[in-house]
């Protein structure tokens, strides 16, 4: 089960830092990322980080502004969202797959506004 905290509403250029809680045995397992969806628009991927957060990759559309983390021993996965832009709202949705057999989790989703 992935637990993403509440998102919110936030002025441009603004931050918000969005954790997701994994109800899992080994965290360490799973490849996490971040993804969203706007109004009327298909999910896009945002970020994702490897098992032992060697690896960060990021949409060329948040690099530079988002910042994708990791806390192993408190199974969390975080993403620092600065400098944010009204097109930036959408629901974030945190990821889970699991590096041996591939399948994948998803939360719930959390609302995040930008206001210009």
């Known amino acids: 089960q992935l637990v993403e905290s509440e998102g919110g509403l936030v002025q441009a250029v603004g931050s918000l830092r969005l954790s997701c809680a994994a109800s899992?045995?080994?965290?360490?397992?799973?490849?996490m990322g971040w993804f969203r969806r706007a109004p009327g628009k298909e999910r896009e991927f945002v970020a994702v980080?490897?098992?032992?957060?060697?690896?960060?990759y990021y949409s060329d559309s948040v690099k530079g502004r988002f910042t994708i983390s990791r806390d192993n021993a408190k199974n969390t996965v975080y993403l620092q969202m600065n400098s944010l832009k009204p097109v930036d709202t959408a629901v974030y949705y945190c990821?889970?797959?699991?590096?041996?057999?591939?399948?994948?989790?998803w939360g719930q989703g959390t609302q995040v506004t930008v206001s210009s």
């Open positions: 899992v045995r080994t965290f360490s397992n799973y490849a």
């Open positions: 980080i490897s098992r032992s957060a060697g690896a960060t």
């Open positions: 990821h889970a797959r699991f590096s041996y057999s591939g399948a994948t989790y």
